[in-house]
């Protein structure tokens, strides 16, 4: 019980993670055209990762829970070493400074784990290839919505006054922001939820994790499990909205010079526009079901909405970075939690 346990607080440490790690990708624009101070921008944020769950239903969790994995091989050693190999990988590019996919670390965290332990037979196909699509479209939607929604804005502003564009789109970043946040935290929460109830509901996880399946579900989620149906709890829908919460509170501020200040100058207008964009997208991976990479998205709709203005306007170089960042992310963090469940399994 003790070892699910602390699993469990190793998921909600890996939530935190995530939304200190991308507490840049929500606030970066707004902080970086000066709507708002860092520390109310973050604040923010956190307000509108925590209701997300009022928003958006857990088909992403559920991906992750049910649809990367063959779940009736999952233990708890597999949980672990997904966790840590997506852990590890956050807090190297964390520290250089990288906006990498935190999504996509778990996932290859998954994916690494599982062919250790049951070979390739182990990874489901469907999901794990929807998953890898949305490495490409992410950003390319975020970047074709950036230009749209900037076209269309800009040749509106043209009718006024540079001060009068500006004074008003500080105010309404404040609702672009909040849609990202909103976004942000309802598909990246929900991967956290998805490992949760895998570990609680996985075909290996046993008597082990009935305490605590016991103390978590209510009667109603108990029925539905015995009934074969994977759901996610209530209760672990909240622990994980609050743990993301908490970590954007506590801002990754390397990255947010990275998103906000080295890929192209912003103003309230160009934030407005990449939010708005990056949001839109978000939702419709939710409704899918899809755990897209709000990094990816929000860094094309940086890059489209600055490259809408002049080429040169996008550091080309820093996004190049970016994207190798991208490429790597599921192998690199496959690869360290392969060696971890190798590890793991010589005790």
């Given at each position: 019980?003790?070892?699910?346990?602390?699993?469990?607080?190793?998921?909600?440490?890996?939530?935190?993670?995530?939304?200190?790690?991308?507490?840049?990708?929500?606030?970066?624009?707004?902080v970086?055209?000066?709507?708002?101070?860092?520390?109310?921008?973050?604040?923010?944020?956190?307000?509108?990762?925590?209701?997300?769950?009022?928003?958006?239903?857990?088909?992403?969790?559920k991906t992750?829970?049910?649809?990367i994995?063959?779940?009736?091989?999952?233990?708890?050693?597999?949980v672990?070493?997904?966790?840590?190999?997506?852990?590890?990988?956050?807090?190297?590019?964390?520290?250089?400074?990288?906006?990498?996919s935190?999504?996509?670390?778990?996932?290859?965290?998954?994916?690494?784990?599982?062919?250790?332990?049951?070979?390739?037979?182990?990874?489901?196909?469907?999901?794990?290839?929807?998953?890898?699509?949305?490495?490409?479209?992410?950003?390319?939607?975020?970047?074709?919505?950036?230009?749209?929604?900037?076209?269309?804005?800009?040749?509106?502003?043209?009718?006024?006054?540079?001060?009068?564009?500006?004074?008003?789109?500080?105010?309404?970043?404040l609702?672009?922001?909040?849609?990202?946040?909103?976004?942000?935290?309802?598909?990246?929460?929900?991967?956290?939820?998805?490992?949760?109830?895998?570990?609680?509901?996985?075909?290996?996880?046993?008597?082990?994790a009935?305490?605590?399946?016991?103390?978590?579900?209510?009667?109603?989620?108990?029925?539905?499990?015995?009934?074969?149906?994977?759901?996610?709890?209530?209760?672990?829908?909240?622990?994980?909205?609050?743990?993301?919460?908490?970590?954007?509170?506590?801002?990754?501020?390397?990255?947010?010079?990275?998103?906000?200040?080295?890929?192209?100058?912003?103003?309230?207008?160009?934030?407005?526009?990449?939010?708005?964009?990056?949001?839109?997208s978000?939702?419709?991976?939710?409704?899918?079901?899809?755990?897209?990479?709000?990094?990816?998205?929000?860094?094309?709709?940086?890059?489209?909405?600055?490259?809408?203005?002049?080429?040169?306007?996008?550091?080309?170089?820093?996004?190049?970075?970016?994207?190798?960042?991208?490429?790597?992310?599921?192998?690199?963090?496959?690869?360290?939690?392969?060696?971890?469940?190798?590890?793991?399994?010589?005790?």
């Open positions: 019980m003790f070892w699910i346990l602390f699993l469990i607080i190793l998921a909600l440490f890996f939530d935190y993670l995530n939304g200190f790690h991308d507490a840049a990708n929500s606030v970066a624009t707004v970086s055209t000066r709507v708002l101070s860092p520390k109310i921008a973050v604040a923010w944020a956190a307000f509108f990762n925590f209701i997300a769950f009022l928003i958006f239903h857990t088909a992403v969790a992750i829970g049910a649809g994995v063959d779940i009736h091989i999952v233990d708890a050693d597999l672990f070493s997904a966790l840590i190999g997506a852990c590890a990988w956050n807090l190297i590019t964390w520290w250089w400074g990288l906006p990498s935190s999504s996509h670390a778990l996932i290859g965290g998954l994916i690494g784990a599982a062919i250790v332990k049951g070979g390739l037979g182990a990874l489901i196909a469907g999901g794990i290839f929807k998953t890898v699509l949305f490495i490409f479209l992410s950003p390319l939607l975020g970047f074709l919505l950036a230009g749209t929604i900037g076209t269309i804005v800009f040749n509106i502003c043209n009718h006024f006054t540079p001060r009068k564009v500006d004074s008003f789109f500080r105010k309404a970043q609702f672009s922001a909040s849609a990202y946040s909103l976004g942000h935290g309802g598909n990246d929460a929900q991967k956290t939820m998805g490992i949760i109830s895998m570990l609680l509901l996985g075909g290996l996880a046993g008597n082990e009935a305490p605590i399946r016991d103390f978590l579900l209510s009667h109603e989620e108990m029925h539905a499990v015995a009934q074969g149906e994977f759901i996610v709890p209530l209760s672990v829908v909240l622990l994980c909205q609050g743990a993301i919460a908490l970590g954007t509170l506590s801002g990754g501020w390397k990255i947010v010079k990275t998103m906000g200040q080295k890929i192209t100058r912003l103003r309230p207008v160009d934030g407005f526009c990449a939010e708005s964009s990056a949001g839109i978000i939702f419709i991976a939710s409704i899918l079901g899809v755990p897209v990479s709000t990094t990816h998205t929000i860094t094309g709709a940086i890059v489209g909405i600055g490259s809408l203005r002049r080429l040169s306007c996008v550091r080309w170089g820093v996004a190049n970075r970016i994207v190798w960042a991208w490429f790597i992310t599921i192998p690199a963090a496959a690869l360290i939690s392969a060696v971890c469940c190798f590890i793991k399994g010589l005790f």
